[in-house]
């Protein structure tokens, strides 16, 4: 376990403190020009690049949500075609839940969790990069496919046997299918590499009782993803079998059965509501801190919150399918089940509403986002446990009261919570601060246009509207409240503008922020706005929960790394006692050649079965490329 | 902020091994995925053999040599597989490097006689249902068992480098063999789905 005698090692114990931070940024640096960027294995750079992307295609589903609200704004109108209108729903869902939701989460958590946990680069950083290239890929091939006229037309959850080989005839539900392959390859990626570093990677001291309630929100969802998504790829890939190569899943001519998709489907679908819903109460928890001057109330609380709700995510999937005619008994069951999570959302809430009474509220707009969260969400909870009741959710199955209800619960329950985190963690990704006035402006405009655009919805439904027509005839009694519904849809998205503008003239005007302008405790905030290549130029040592406010007098720190190789501290579960100085890898160009090939193989697979194992090829030697030693110091050992 | 140093750690290894290295968790965790995966095809074919009113359907039961076979096989790799890893953790070069050479043409044998095990099926992915599913569970598990024999090789050319002597590679072999065991334990459970399940 020697270090190799031919390297003079150099430790930050021999260097002055300038010295130290030079050592470290030629060690951890991502080079300029375009083979830099290609190759960095920088989570921050890379989790950036996720923040943005998936913001890209926030603002590209708005814009087909727009659409759809043009539409709808009057009986009969012209704007879309019946075909047009099934790709831009479609498009809408799968591009909001694969391209924006999920990412997103995940891509805040790549930035932000090896930060919180006081390590200097994510596990796994080259599968990292990986993970944001067949992100990227996939994405593009939804997009690329659409501008062709050939995106998926089958629903956000494309059912069979419409998108089976009878009736989705063409490419269109195999795009949709194998978008799906890429994003879940990503995801999965991404979870791992979250589970290890929350895992392994956690400064020393800080035990399972001082990781920040965000990052254990990161560490369920990771599970849930790990156990949820390989049901979804089970589900694409037989689809695309059954559309490619003949065999029958979901044929019941031949012993198949299409319920069986809704079953898979669904298993993946409803804990991915929660991996969307987890990310965003973790960062409720722990933005409220600073902005209610106390600790969050009831931190265990919080944290069984979160695993009881990951848990019980897992049992909750057939109440997608109340009228699919399953039995009774198995109904009661799921009615019961989905009822129960109100418990743990509603132990979050009060431990929310005790932090906030028992604090001295700053409203900056990240807590006016978390109060917008909270108003809303309650919203879009109440509904949930109606639509959980059987012969409620009979009568309002498919129609715009769950339109409504999904809505409340993804946007009010994710969407603002996020929006809240950029305004709070901007200054730490970029160095500036976002405007006060114009984020107090966007949440109002957000705030009160995404209530009156939903809200209606709610009586549109119980009015029998329902979803997914592109148009109706004028004698329906629809039409009013349609057209409130898109002029406050104008709201909604000047709001969203408003935001957009705030944050690219803040990236480039805003004011210069400080280390720790919101005097938050957790210990991203301990390093600069934005932080350095290397993170930390000591590794912290954790003392507390909130180890920014305990030691004010100065952050307790190890020494005795090196400085001429990329390492981190790696400790054991529990306890977080130091393990190891581990060799964390150097950037590389290899991650890029192997998404590019996963990349053609998947494509490629659409159209031959073939594809798999020609494909498969390329793949390999990228990976062993990717793999193989180099001969720098971090492969010493 | 200010810091003051309360810690040196500068005793620690380079790298850790079994629990405090991170490959080794992150294999755990592809084998959570993976092993997922497996479980989920294992319920799809339980619940189309509770929809099907005969089973298998229109088609005999599966011949049982080929896939009793593989199974003799992998449960017998399991041996020199569980030595490989005390010898890597022992860190024995010469031994590991037996030991890789070894279990590379081990993870061969299944795969030739799995060239047999597919005609054995007596039904084509393509005839029903119930083709469809054995066909996938057989095919994943042939994927799994393709996908580690190419780590196995890569490592085991890996070994015989200047690379090879290193507790890095050791756990890198360690954690191959971890996994190895990890393709023949989720082997018993579709083997008696294939063949046993098939013949209640």
């Not at chain 1, 727009?66 to 709808?72: D, F, H, V």
């Amino acid at each position: 376990m020697k270090p190799s005698a031919a390297a003079p090692e150099q430790r930050d114990i021999d260097v002055e403190r300038a010295q130290l931070t030079d050592a470290l940024a030629e060690t951890w640096k991502t080079p300029s020009g375009l083979w830099g960027a290609l190759a960095t294995v920088d989570h921050k750079i890379i989790g950036r690049r996720y923040i943005f992307t998936a913001f890209v295609f926030l603002a590209l589903g708005g814009v087909l949500a727009a659409l759809m609200r043009i539409q709808l704004a009057q009986p009969e109108a012209r704007l879309l075609g019946p075909d047009r209108y099934n790709q831009i729903f479609t498009m809408h869902g799968a591009n909001m839940m694969f391209l924006f939701a999920v990412p997103v989460m995940e891509a805040v958590a790549v930035y932000l969790a090896p930060l919180m946990v006081g390590t200097r680069n994510i596990a796994f950083p080259r599968l990292n990069a990986f993970s944001y290239w067949i992100y990227l890929a996939g994405g593009a091939l939804l997009w690329i496919a659409f501008a062709l006229d050939m995106g998926p037309d089958v629903g956000w959850f494309a059912y069979v046997p419409l998108s089976g080989p009878q009736y989705g005839t063409g490419k269109r539900a195999d795009i949709w299918a194998q978008m799906i392959t890429f994003t879940e390859i990503s995801a999965l990626a991404v979870a791992v590499e979250l589970v290890v570093t929350i895992f392994k990677q956690r400064a020393p001291g800080m035990t399972l009782d001082r990781i920040p309630v965000f990052v254990w929100a990161m560490l369920v969802t990771s599970f849930l993803v790990i156990m949820a998504m390989p049901a979804i790829v089970l589900a694409s890939t037989s689809l695309i079998l059954d559309r490619l190569v003949g065999t029958h899943f979901y044929n019941p001519a031949e012993g198949g059965d299409v319920l069986l998709w809704q079953h898979l489907f669904w298993f993946f679908g409803h804990p991915e509501v929660y991996i969307i819903f987890l990310p965003a109460v973790g960062m409720v928890s722990t933005m409220i801190e600073p902005f209610a001057r106390r600790p969050a109330f009831g931190y265990l609380g919080l944290v069984m919150a979160l695993i009881a709700t990951g848990i019980l995510a897992f049992g909750l999937w057939v109440h997608h399918m109340f009228v699919a005619g399953l039995p009774r008994l198995g109904d009661s069951f799921f009615t019961a089940s989905s009822m129960a999570i109100a418990i743990p959302a509603g132990i979050q809430i009060f431990c929310w509403l005790a932090t906030l009474w028992d604090g001295r509220p700053v409203f900056k707009s990240p807590l006016l986002f978390i109060i917008g969260f909270i108003i809303t969400f309650v919203i879009g909870g109440l509904t949930g446990v109606m639509v959980a009741s059987v012969p409620f959710d009979t009568q309002v199955h498919d129609t715009y009261f769950v339109v409504a209800h999904f809505h409340y619960v993804l946007i009010g329950g994710a969407v603002f919570p996020l929006l809240g985190a950029v305004h709070y963690w901007f200054p730490k990704l970029t160095g500036r601060m976002m405007s006060e006035a114009l984020g107090q402006w966007s949440f109002w405009l957000i705030f009160v246009g995404f209530n009156a655009t939903f809200f209606p919805m709610h009586i549109l439904g119980l009015e029998g509207m329902p979803r997914r027509i592109y148009t109706y005839q004028p004698d329906l009694p629809w039409h009013g409240l349609n057209l409130f519904v898109s002029v406050s849809a104008v709201i909604l998205t000047a709001g969203f503008l408003l935001f957009f503008i705030n944050v690219m003239r803040s990236a480039r005007f805003g004011e210069i922020a400080l280390d720790n302008p919101w005097d938050a405790p957790t210990l991203e905030w301990a390093t600069t706005s934005p932080p350095p290549s290397y993170n930390f130029a000591m590794i912290p040592v954790v003392g507390s929960l909130h180890p920014v406010w305990d030691d004010r007098d100065g952050l307790p720190v190890a020494d005795g790394l090196r400085t001429d190789r990329r390492e981190l501290i790696v400790t054991t579960l529990a306890t977080a006692e130091p393990q190891a100085r581990e060799a964390s890898p150097q950037n590389s160009i290899w991650p890029l050649w192997a998404a590019i090939a996963t990349t053609i193989m998947l494509i490629w697979s659409i159209f031959s079965p073939w594809a798999v194992v020609w494909g498969s090829i390329p793949a390999a030697v990228a990976l062993i490329g990717w793999f193989w030693p180099k001969g720098t110091p971090e492969d010493e050992s | 902020m200010r810091e003051k140093i309360v810690l040196d750690l500068g005793k620690l290894p380079l790298h850790g091994m079994g629990t405090a290295s991170v490959t080794w968790w992150g294999t755990l965790a592809f084998m959570l995925i993976e092993g997922t995966g497996f479980a989920l095809v294992i319920a799809v074919y339980l619940y189309l053999m509770s929809l099907a009113t005969a089973w298998p359907i229109n088609t005999p039961p599966p011949d049982l040599l080929p896939g009793t076979l593989v199974t003799l096989i992998l449960l017998t790799s399991l041996i020199p597989n569980i030595l490989l890893s005390r010898w890597a953790e022992q860190q024995d070069l010469r031994k590991v490097r037996i030991g890789m050479v070894m279990m590379s043409m081990i993870g061969t044998l299944p795969l030739i006689v799995r060239i047999f095990e597919f005609p054995a099926l007596k039904v084509s992915w393509d005839s029903n249902a119930y083709g469809s599913v054995v066909w996938t569970l057989l095919g994943l598990h042939t994927t799994h068992i393709i996908t580690d024999l190419v780590d196995t090789l890569v490592l085991a050319a890996l070994v015989f480098t200047r690379h090879g002597r290193s507790p890095r590679r050791f756990g890198d072999v360690q954690d191959n063999a971890m996994y190895w065991n990890f393709v023949v334990a989720t082997w018993l459970p579709i083997y008696g789905c294939i063949y046993w399940l098939a013949r209640l």
